[in-house]
Every structure is written in C-alpha cells, then in structure tokens.
C-alpha cells in the first residue's frame, strides 16, 4: 500500500519528507554555536529546564570552542570511521536556545554554515520566547536562499508542567512563536517530551488536537529520560509517583494510538531519544533503539491495519 504522503511505511517519515523536498536523503550534523538560553543566565531563571543535561545529548564532536566548520569536519570524520560517508548534510544547530544572541552574531555563525561545501540547508533548534521580530525577518531572508527549519521546543502543552521544569514561558508563548514562524513560510518541527511529572498519557492524547491545528511542518516525539546529575532526576528521586513510566512494549502501543490520530500533513523526525546509558538514572530501556521503536510502531500499526491519521478529525 502506498500513502498520500507518497511511502510505504504507515506514518509520514523524515526520509520520505526530504525525499519529497530533495529527491535523496541529507544528515544532519550537529554543532555547538556558542549560545545559552534565558533561564539559564538569569534573563527569566537559572539552572536550565530540569531534565537538561546538554552533554548527554549531543556528539562528542560538538565543541563550541571549535568554529563552525571545524566541528562539521569532525563530525564527517566521525561518521566515516563507522562506515556511514556524508556529502550531503544539514548544519543542526542543537545546543541550547540558537537565537539567543544579538542578530549580528547569529548572522556570523549562520552564514559560516551556509557557506561550508556540502552544505544543503541548516536547522535551528530555539526555545519560543527567543524569536524576537527582527531574528524572524532574518530567518525569512535566510529561509529564501536555502533550505532552513526552525525547530521549537514545545515539550509540553501544558502550564503547570512548564513552570514545573522551569521553563520560563508558558503555552500561549509557544503558539505564538510557531504562528509567527509559519507567517513567514519558514517550515518549523516540534518537540514533544512524553513523560514529564505531573502528565499522563491522557493528557497526551488530548493534547493532539491543539498539535494537529499547529502549522508545523515535522514534529520529534521522546519519552523523558532521566539524566544523573539534573533537578529532575532528583524530583524523581523524592517524587517518584508524579512520574509516568512506559514499559517499550506500552510505548510503542501509546505511539501508534497517538499515530493513528496525528495530521498526516505532519512528518515524523522521531519517536524516541537515545542517551547513553552511563548518563541515566532510571535504565528500563537499556539496550533498546530508536530503530527497535519504529519497527514495533509499524508493526502494529499494519497488525491494525492502520495508518497516520487514519482517526484523524
């Protein structure tokens, strides 16, 4: 069976969006520009989301202290030594909140991407409330000679839990930033976090029908790992029954309820986070990847013979 979205998997998929776009596939490469974020140097808290532990996340080739171009080179290199050769790739500023500096800078390392070889577009991963007017406009003009997405750390759809990872903006902020986004045509991914205390997967369910109204363009889905050495992790520790834990089995069966419900317009980056274990303080994945994810997600999804959307109001 082939889907509208032109695939043979039962959801729309990241390599079927680029394939639509391009016409073959593109990495991504993640670099470490430098930036920080609001509620980590005082402007509206300290101490970063609770669940943030910024190492845990990104490659071992992601050094700020590098330029640009440098950590595209080690990222290359480290992708050639396991046999996965890279000529086509976007530039993924992940680290931190990556319009959180004045214009100038930000043009500075944007435009240092833009004119690495290779290069097809670059992502911006950005909190809400860092895309003041004047960065909008830039991103436009950017937007207009390249590929470019800005990815919006949505996390949760609802008050209390914002307020509760110390997040520093509410849901109104984040509805906002990616409306004004979608005013200037720049495509915009999501980022979801199953998991955070006090949610359940009933809120979740809910939440679809504002994140299907939403104009994004792709949406990442994770469940919440908790990382050694954050806040969380301690609230975890003392608070442990506000805290909804998955088995990968129930997970894989939330995702395709979730699935069957989700816009088919919106493409599908991911359905889970992969940290290394070492960093973790809660285990009951360990040993589980994202690729197991996605097989058991299409799986039951074909055993329903269902599809993304397929519930979809």
């Known amino acids: 069976m082939q889907y509208p979205w032109g695939g043979k998997e039962p959801f729309y998929t990241y390599h079927q969006y680029l394939h639509n776009i391009f016409g073959f596939q593109i990495r991504k490469l993640p670099v470490d520009a430098g930036f920080t974020c609001p509620n980590r140097d005082g402007t509206v808290g300290v101490g970063g989301c609770t669940f943030c532990l910024n190492e845990a996340f990104a490659p071992s080739y992601c050094d700020s202290r590098h330029s640009i171009a440098q950590q595209v ?10 046999r996965r050769p890279i000529d086509k790739f976007f530039i993924y500023f992940q680290s931190f909140s990556n319009t959180y500096a004045p214009l100038e800078q930000l043009k500075k390392r944007f435009e240092e991407a833009m004119a690495i070889p290779g290069v097809k577009g670059i992502i911006i991963a950005t909190r809400p409330d860092c895309l003041r007017e004047e960065v909008l406009d830039y991103l436009a003009e950017l937007q207009a000679r390249t590929y470019l997405c800005v990815e919006i750390g949505i ?4 008050e209390e839990t914002l307020q509760r990872i110390n997040r520093g903006h509410g849901v109104a902020c984040t509805l906002q930033a990616i409306k004004f986004l979608a005013e200037r045509s720049i495509p915009t991914s999501g980022h979801l976090i199953f998991g ?25 889905l994770h469940q919440l790992q908790i990382i050694q050495n954050t806040p969380i992790a301690i609230e975890h520790e003392t608070c442990p029954r506000d805290f909804y834990h998955f088995t990968v089995t129930e997970y894989m069966a939330f995702l395709a309820d979730f699935i069957e419900r989700l816009n088919p317009e919106i493409a599908i980056e991911r359905f889970a986070n992969e940290v290394p274990p070492r960093y973790l303080t809660v285990r009951e994945w360990e040993g589980t990847r994202h690729q197991d994810i996605i097989d ?17 109001v």
Do not use: Y
Request: proline share 5%.
């Open 73 to 82: 080179n080690d990222g290359i290199a480290f992708h050639a030594q396991r």
């Open 155 to 158: 996390e949760s759809l609802h």
């Open 196 to 220: 955070l205390p006090g949610e359940n997967p009933d809120d979740w369910m809910r939440d679809i029908r504002t994140i299907n109204h939403l104009p994004l363009t792709t949406l990442k």
């Open 296 to 312: 058991g997600v299409c799986q039951l999804l074909q055993e329903r013979h269902s599809w993304q959307g397929k519930l979809f």
